[in-house]
């Protein structure tokens, strides 16, 4: 079974800092990469998603970078604030994986911001 | 416009009862999702439908059963329910831009 491994499992961070969490895969044929992000009670949300024909993608204050020689990609959250803990949940899959039930995801992390 | 509505939100059933989750989407989405929750585990396929009357297995499907009758609805069994299926359950429907996810089943067997 092909992982999807996500770091770290938990992430303390003051009000201002920089969040960052890390996703590797394994799977070369893998084009899809989206973040999900989950609060107390909901289900996940799709927060930003990339393709690698480019290596970094920006909405507002989260941007994930990716590096498909390492075969790897983050979310980094800039000017982290309270309102941005949640467990967020790194995935990966062939384009149509979503469609196809192809996508993993990772294992979550726990991210809580201090004010 | 509701999105993906899951009844119940929580039960409690006694190993070996069965039950019925139902799943509703307005959206018209082709593609519909059962995932369980666990801690520490991520989110893991249960079943899965590409359509009306279609089904197809997930990673984890043993202990369940799913009937796609409408295009609106998607349901998952349990046929008989054991300490090993206490999870959270969500249900998923997906479009070009991504998962549109219910808001869970919290589901306890004891």
């Known amino acids: 079974q092909q992982q999807v491994k996500q770091s770290p499992q938990s992430l303390i961070v003051q009000k201002g800092g920089i969040s960052i969490i890390n996703c590797a895969y394994e799977n070369t044929a893998f084009d899809y990469f989206p973040w999900y992000q989950q609060f107390p009670g909901k289900g996940p949300a799709l927060l930003i998603a990339?393709?690698?024909?480019?290596s970094e993608k920006k909405e507002g204050r989260f941007t994930i970078s990716f590096n498909k020689s390492a075969k790897q990609f983050s979310l980094h959250i800039m000017d982290s604030q309270p309102g941005d803990s949640a467990t967020y949940f790194c995935a990966a899959g062939p384009d149509y994986g979503g469609s196809q039930g192809n996508l993993i995801f990772g294992k979550g992390t726990k991210l809580s911001v201090k004010p | 416009n509701a999105g993906v509505t899951q009844t119940p939100k929580f039960r409690v059933l006694k190993t070996g009862q069965s039950m019925t989750l139902l799943c509703a989407q307005d959206m018209n989405h082709e593609y519909m999702y059962w995932y369980r929750q666990d801690p520490g585990m991520g989110l893991r396929l249960i079943h899965y439908?590409?359509?009306?009357?279609?089904?197809a297995k997930g990673e984890v499907p043993d202990g369940y059963n799913v009937s796609r009758l409408k295009k609106q609805n998607f349901l998952l069994g349990l046929e008989s329910a054991a300490p090993s299926q206490t999870s959270v359950y969500f249900c998923a429907t997906w479009a070009d831009y991504g998962y549109t996810f219910g808001s869970g089943t919290r589901l306890t067997v004891v």
């Open positions: 439908s590409v359509g009306e009357g279609t089904t």
């Open positions: 990339i393709r690698p024909d480019v």
